[in-house]
């Protein structure tokens, strides 16, 4: 719990930060401008992919694809609702397993289950919270590469100007095909 609070409070604590400036004569200057600003014209893809990795979709706000945090905001929250789920029907299931087998005769919230039942169910929704949470963590790691992605792309040239074109070449009495890049 102190190791979560610590990496909280330096994650707060470093979003206020400011920028500071050394002038020639060697003063420091304070800049005014916060060192995590959105206000930057080519995204840095570093920072959009810890952004990402910090809170979900918010590497997404940063590279200004606003539209991308409504899809990761659903997932998240299906994340979490079929962990929850999940997660409760397992104890659910696993408390009366557990009773079942301390005492055959009580029936508890499950009457029309006998206790090998009971223990398939079990079974049954802990391998649901564990694909939930493997699928969870797939779709974290695809929000951080999106965001990494997309930061680099901004920046990527998609002129008329850039070609690839097949020509026939002669060289050495052979005939040949030759890929020619044109850039610009």
Do not use: H
């Not at 200057?29 to 990795?53: C, D, H, M, Q, W």
């Not at 097949?166 to 890929?179: S, V, W």
């Amino acid at each position: 719990m102190k190791f979560i609070l610590t990496i909280l409070f330096c994650c707060t604590s470093t979003i206020s930060a400011l920028a500071q400036v050394i002038s020639d004569e060697g003063i420091v200057e304070e800049t005014g401008k916060s060192i995590f600003s959105f206000n930057t014209e080519v995204p840095v893809p570093k920072r959009a992919a810890l952004y990402s990795a910090i809170l979900p979709g918010l590497g997404q706000v940063y590279n200004k694809q606003y539209w991308k945090l409504g899809i990761v905001v659903a997932g998240t929250a299906a994340a979490g609702y079929f962990i929850d789920y999940n997660n409760g029907e397992y104890q659910r299931f696993r408390n009366a397993y557990i009773a079942r087998l301390n005492d055959p005769t009580e029936l508890g919230e499950f009457p029309n289950y006998q206790a090998a039942d009971l223990k398939t169910k079990q079974d049954q929704f802990r391998q649901y919270l564990e694909y939930t949470v493997v699928f969870t963590t797939v779709g974290y790691a695809l929000n951080i590469l999106d965001a990494l992605v997309a930061a680099n792309l901004r920046t990527f040239d998609i002129s008329e100007d850039i070609s690839l074109m097949p020509k026939p070449t002669y060289e050495n009495k052979q005939l040949g095909l030759a890929l020619v890049f044109n850039l610009k």
